[in-house]
């Protein structure tokens, strides 16, 4: 009993208020817990600061872990950009957006200039004048007309010269002469030419050979050499006896022969 009274007071003693005095001022002499004060930074995490409080955490968790790998800290930072360097690639991006608009526009008129084929210069018209028109309307109204010449006279078409030609061999030929005054045989004629006849750009050349006669025709500027006017059935257009004689009458070639009698010949 005596010892259960002894551990009893021995309890008691250790409860008392100066034994939890001596305590806390042994504990406040190490490193126990100890009380914050206000205005130490203590803050309780709520659902209004719960992002700042993950934003904070997430800092510290980054500078204890660069703490323990500064390599990683080191590869992880790039050149340092001051404001003068901004400035420089700023002005350099504006320098080649500016080439690249220039060159573009180059390009681009270089392409339609070349497509369209227009230019700046005013289209120039010519006009004639009012004697000039004149003789273009005579020349045209002469070429769709007819004429007739003797063997030694000429018809003309287009400015240019025509006429029957007597080679040094006693041969004839159809010559041109050009307007600008170059002189060029077309074509030999087998027979004795009667007359130089022109029906528009068509030229007609009646002949005799031996006891007939017949026509010989030549297109002018046309694809091909001269030949013979045929009639309807595909024959050769012409006669007997000796021609003396022709003329035209709209489309009909009338040739006269040596007893008088006329042959008309169609020309279409």
Same mark, same amino acid.
């Given at each position: ?46 659902? &209004? ?13 980054? &500078?204890? =872990?660069? &703490? ?18 901004? !400035? ?21 008129? $270089? ?15 010519? &006009? ?6 004149? $003789?273009?309307?005579?020349?045209? *109204?002469?070429? !769709? ?8 006279? %000429? !018809? ?15 041969? #004839?030929?159809?010559?041109?002469? *050009?307007? %600008?005054? *170059?002189?060029?045989?077309?074509? $030999?004629?087998?027979?004795?030419? !009667?007359?130089?006849?022109? *029906? ?12 007939? #006669? ?10 091909? +050499?001269? /030949? =013979? ?11 007997? +006896?000796? @021609? ?8 009909? $070639?009338?040739?006269?022969? @040596?007893? /008088? ?8």
């Amino acid at each position: 009993m005596a010892n259960e009274k002894g551990r009893h007071a021995a309890h008691a003693a250790g409860t008392s208020p100066k034994a939890k005095v001596s305590r806390r001022a042994a504990a406040g002499e190490g490193e126990g817990i100890s009380t914050i004060r206000s205005g130490q930074g203590a803050r309780v995490t709520t659902r &209004k600061n719960a992002a700042e409080a993950a934003d904070r955490a997430r800092r510290n968790a980054e &500078k204890r =872990y660069f &703490k323990r790998h500064p390599e990683a800290k080191a590869s992880d930072v790039g050149p340092e950009r001051s404001g003068k360097n901004v !400035v420089l690639l700023v002005i350099a991006s504006i320098l080649v957006l500016a080439i690249v608009f220039v060159i573009g526009s180059c390009v681009t008129g $270089l392409v339609f200039s070349s497509n369209d084929g227009s230019s700046d210069q005013p289209e120039q018209t010519l &006009k004639l004048t009012e004697q000039e028109q004149q $003789l273009v309307d005579q020349q045209l *109204s002469h070429d !769709v007309g007819q004429e007739r010449a003797d063997v030694g006279g %000429s !018809v003309s078409f287009g400015g240019d010269s025509y006429a029957l030609s007597q080679q040094d061999d006693g041969t #004839w030929a159809l010559a041109c002469t *050009s307007s %600008s005054g *170059s002189s060029s045989t077309l074509f $030999l004629i087998e027979g004795t030419p !009667v007359a130089l006849l022109r *029906s528009s750009d068509t030229l007609l050349i009646p002949e005799n050979r031996g006891e007939a #006669w017949d026509v010989v025709c030549y297109v002018i500027d046309g694809h091909s +050499g001269a /030949g =013979y006017v045929t009639t309807a059935d595909g024959s050769l257009a012409g006669g007997a +006896g000796e @021609a003396v004689g022709a003329e035209l009458d709209g489309t009909t $070639l009338r040739v006269t022969d @040596a007893d /008088g009698a006329t042959h008309d010949v169609s020309l279409v």
